[in-house]
């Protein structure tokens, strides 16, 4: 079941932001992009998105090979003249990403490969590490050896001060990009994203089986706020950002006020059911905050009313301390990594308010 746009905006409290296209040709025409987790459901949507600018050629690069099979055929069905190179491959390994950059003379990257369910990642801590940390420093590195014009890499509001290991590695995430565009002739920026409603793992579908079951619904706390985002927003702010970037950006999109997850769910039984499902409330779990924060005041945000974007500036930070993590990484216990992400992370926050 999908929403329409009515829907979306009734169950999120707020009007859906429109992207204004550049007309073409544009800045993502004859170009050759990368999407890393291409299968994914940002991935496959950025996909959607760019092949209406006919770029030069489009390489989806993901681990899942039934999910790159499924977009790689529906582009090809609704693009038929688009070029499209499928690689099955993961980021936590250096050579898949090394084949694709030394194959392919690749112009952009958008970095959508990531994991980012909270729960699971805190039983998983070296997992997220090296997906989320060590999957991006191979790809930024080589995104600067092999000349790439910019790379856009998509985060998370967890990871402003993160007490999470999945926002605790998203923040170091955002530090590595950060720290390499000081240095590089290529535009490193990241986009932050909210919650992104009805993506896979999140809490849409599964408020949907639950009122399939007849209830209950299950929300971790009363005062459980996020702030939401759709599916077709979160693609439109990955590609303006790539259109406007400079270097060393955070761009957030502006969803307005933060949302009770309880509204959430008491929204969704009106749409789909009678309304009478009862809502039981399961406790917080691991890793979880009541609020999140969209950006750090040392980012110094600026709000771009006519695109609908915070703009801030990413901050650099501990790149001794990060490479010192990733080389001793694997001598931890989970427990052990766990704690010495969320310092590493949350250490880089406060270096930077510092500074």
């Known amino acids: 079941m999908s929403f329409s746009k009515g829907e979306l905006e009734y169950i999120i409290g707020r009007e859906i932001k429109t992207f204004r296209a550049p007309t073409l040709p544009n800045a993502l025409s004859h170009k050759t992009i990368l999407i890393t987790g291409a299968g994914g459901t940002i991935g496959s949507e950025i996909c959607r998105q760019i092949a209406r600018f006919e770029p030069k050629h489009l390489i989806l690069f993901g681990h899942g090979e039934n999910s790159i099979y499924e977009i790689t055929k529906e582009l090809s069905r609704c693009f038929a003249k688009q070029k499209i190179t499928s690689v099955i491959g993961d980021v936590q390994h250096c050579e898949d990403i090394q084949r694709v950059f030394t194959k392919y003379d690749v112009d952009i990257v ?20 090296s997906n989320n940390v060590l999957g991006t420093k191979y790809l930024v590195d080589l995104a600067e050896d092999f000349a790439v014009e910019k790379f856009i ?28 565009n000081a240095e590089s002739r290529t535009s490193f920026a990241t986009v932050r994203f909210g919650n992104v409603l009805d993506s896979r793992g999140s809490v849409i579908p599964l408020f949907r089986e639950q009122i399939k079951h007849g209830g209950p619904l299950t929300v ?3 005062e459980m706020a996020r702030f939401f985002m759709t599916i077709e927003e979160a693609a439109n702010l990955v590609i303006e950002a790539s259109l406007i970037v400079n270097g060393g950006e955070i761009f957030v999109l502006d969803m307005g006020a933060e949302v009770k997850i309880i509204n959430i769910a008491k929204r969704l039984v009106t749409l789909i059911d009678d309304g009478n499902l009862p809502i039981i409330f399961s406790g917080i779990r691991p890793g979880e905050k009541l609020h999140e924060v969209l950006m750090e005041e040392a980012e110094r945000a600026v709000k771009d009313t006519s695109l609908n974007l915070f703009i801030g500036k990413a901050l650099t930070g501990n790149e001794h301390g990060i490479e010192y993590l990733i080389h001793q990484a694997k001598k931890y216990s989970g427990f052990e990594l766990r704690a010495k992400l969320l310092e590493l992370a949350n250490t880089t926050s406060m270096l930077n308010e510092v500074l």
């Open 220 to 222: 971790t706390h009363p």
């Open 110 to 129: 958008y970095h959508a490969a990531a994991h980012k369910h909270v729960p699971l990642m805190e039983q998983n801590p070296y997992v997220a590490f």
């Open 153 to 180: 890499m998509i985060s998370t509001d967890k990871a402003v001060a993160p007490t999470s290991v999945m926002g605790a590695t998203k923040k170091i995430a955002e530090t590595i990009v950060a720290n390499k």
